[in-house]
């Protein structure tokens, strides 16, 4: 059975970080990509950053570079996004969600997703 779970979210202070996980099973790990998505209600989905395991090839959204980082732990089919610099705007609920990458991310079409982590940016 296919699974994404996604763990590590939880109530910050702005400026402050979290680090959040996806593991993955049920697949081929290292032939997909896994990207986080976030969405907060009344916002649109926003993808913020995937990482193709086999290339080893990260992406980022503009609004999360240099302070979000992704990587990948291939022995426990994880993958890992730290988040640093946390600012309220960055409050929604965060999903991972896999692609094969036959197209350069952000162009590419989920295939499964998991139920989400909420992160919650205090003032």
């Known amino acids: 059975e296919l699974q994404l779970v996604e763990s590590g979210g939880g109530l910050v202070q702005a400026g402050g970080s979290l680090r959040l996980s996806c593991a993955a099973s049920?697949?081929?790990?290292?032939?997909?990509?896994i990207a986080w998505v976030r969405q907060a209600p009344g916002k649109e989905r926003e993808g913020i950053s995937a990482?193709?395991?086999?290339?080893?090839?990260?992406y980022y959204a503009d609004s999360v570079k240099g302070r979000f980082t992704i990587s990948s732990d291939n022995a426990k089919n994880t993958v890992h996004l730290q988040m640093n610099s946390l600012n309220p705007e960055d409050a929604e609920v965060y999903y991972c969600?896999?692609?094969?990458?036959?197209?350069?991310?952000?162009?590419?079409?989920?295939?499964?997703w998991g139920e989400g982590t909420q992160v919650t940016v205090d003032y």
């Open positions: 990482i193709v395991m086999y290339y080893n090839i990260t």
């Open positions: 969600k896999n692609f094969l990458p036959t197209r350069e991310w952000p162009y590419v079409r989920y295939a499964d």
């Open positions: 049920g697949f081929s790990f290292d032939a997909y990509g």
